[in-house]
Protein backbone atom coordinates (compact mmCIF):
# COMPACT_ATOMS: atom_id res chain seq x y z
CA UNK A 1 0.00 0.00 0.00
CA UNK A 2 1.29 3.19 -1.04
CA UNK A 3 0.43 6.34 1.30
CA UNK A 4 0.33 9.72 0.54
CA UNK A 5 0.65 13.00 3.45
CA UNK A 6 -1.48 16.48 2.06
CA UNK A 7 0.83 18.99 3.75
CA UNK A 8 1.08 22.39 2.74
CA UNK A 9 2.23 25.78 4.21
CA UNK A 10 0.53 29.03 5.05
CA UNK A 11 1.09 30.57 1.74
CA UNK A 12 -0.69 28.14 -0.30
CA UNK A 13 -3.75 27.90 2.10
CA UNK A 14 -6.67 28.73 -1.17
CA UNK A 15 -8.00 26.98 -3.47
CA UNK A 16 -6.43 26.75 -6.80
CA UNK A 17 -3.04 25.76 -4.93
CA UNK A 18 -5.45 22.88 -2.82
CA UNK A 19 -6.58 21.89 -6.06
CA UNK A 20 -3.24 21.58 -7.95
CA UNK A 21 -2.51 18.93 -5.11
CA UNK A 22 -5.75 17.16 -5.99
CA UNK A 23 -4.91 16.67 -9.47
CA UNK A 24 -1.47 15.36 -8.09
CA UNK A 25 -2.76 13.22 -5.96
CA UNK A 26 -5.40 11.83 -8.80
CA UNK A 27 -2.90 11.06 -10.96
CA UNK A 28 -0.07 9.68 -8.41
CA UNK A 29 0.57 5.82 -7.55
CA UNK A 30 -0.55 6.15 -3.99
CA UNK A 31 -3.44 4.24 -2.92
CA UNK A 32 -4.52 6.57 -0.31
CA UNK A 33 -4.50 10.22 0.64
CA UNK A 34 -4.59 11.20 4.29
CA UNK A 35 -5.35 15.00 5.49
CA UNK A 36 -3.80 16.01 8.52
CA UNK A 37 -6.34 17.72 11.48
CA UNK A 38 -4.79 21.14 10.54
CA UNK A 39 -4.82 21.17 6.95
CA UNK A 40 -6.12 23.35 4.58
CA UNK A 41 -9.02 22.01 2.51
CA UNK A 42 -12.06 24.40 0.76
CA UNK A 43 -14.20 23.14 3.78
CA UNK A 44 -11.74 23.01 6.54
CA UNK A 45 -13.13 26.33 7.92
CA UNK A 46 -16.42 25.05 7.91
CA UNK A 47 -15.79 22.16 9.89
CA UNK A 48 -13.74 24.25 12.85
CA UNK A 49 -17.16 26.16 13.64
CA UNK A 50 -19.07 23.08 13.70
CA UNK A 51 -19.92 20.48 16.56
CA UNK A 52 -19.27 16.76 14.91
CA UNK A 53 -20.95 14.79 17.31
CA UNK A 54 -24.24 16.52 16.30
CA UNK A 55 -26.22 14.83 13.02
CA UNK A 56 -26.02 17.52 10.49
CA UNK A 57 -22.56 18.34 11.34
CA UNK A 58 -21.23 15.07 11.28
CA UNK A 59 -23.32 14.41 7.84
CA UNK A 60 -21.83 17.51 6.36
CA UNK A 61 -18.31 16.18 6.86
CA UNK A 62 -19.23 12.66 5.77
CA UNK A 63 -20.60 14.05 1.91
CA UNK A 64 -17.19 16.46 1.59
CA UNK A 65 -15.18 12.89 2.44
CA UNK A 66 -17.00 10.98 0.12
CA UNK A 67 -16.92 13.88 -2.56
CA UNK A 68 -13.00 14.29 -1.87
CA UNK A 69 -12.56 10.51 -2.43
CA UNK A 70 -14.58 10.51 -5.57
CA UNK A 71 -13.07 13.70 -7.07
CA UNK A 72 -9.38 12.02 -6.78
CA UNK A 73 -10.35 8.60 -6.88
CA UNK A 74 -8.34 7.84 -4.04
CA UNK A 75 -9.46 6.15 -0.20
CA UNK A 76 -8.72 9.01 2.29
CA UNK A 77 -8.74 9.75 5.90
CA UNK A 78 -9.81 13.57 6.80
CA UNK A 79 -8.47 14.26 10.21
CA UNK A 80 -9.91 17.66 11.56
CA UNK A 81 -10.84 19.67 14.51
CA UNK A 82 -14.23 20.74 15.04
CA UNK A 83 -15.84 23.76 17.28
CA UNK A 84 -15.23 22.07 20.71
CA UNK A 85 -11.35 21.10 20.10
CA UNK A 86 -12.18 17.72 19.26
CA UNK A 87 -9.77 15.93 17.03
CA UNK A 88 -11.26 13.26 14.75
CA UNK A 89 -10.48 11.56 11.86
CA UNK A 90 -12.81 10.06 8.68
CA UNK A 91 -11.70 7.11 6.66
CA UNK A 92 -13.74 6.79 3.06
CA UNK A 93 -12.78 4.74 0.13
CA UNK A 94 -14.28 6.07 -3.69
CA UNK A 95 -13.52 2.37 -4.17
Do not use: W
Amino acid sequence: MKVGLYLQTDNVRHKRSFKKAMEIAANSDIDLLVFPEVCYTPFSEQILDMNILEDNDLNFVLDKCEQLSNDIGKAIIFCGEDINGLLFAVFYNSM
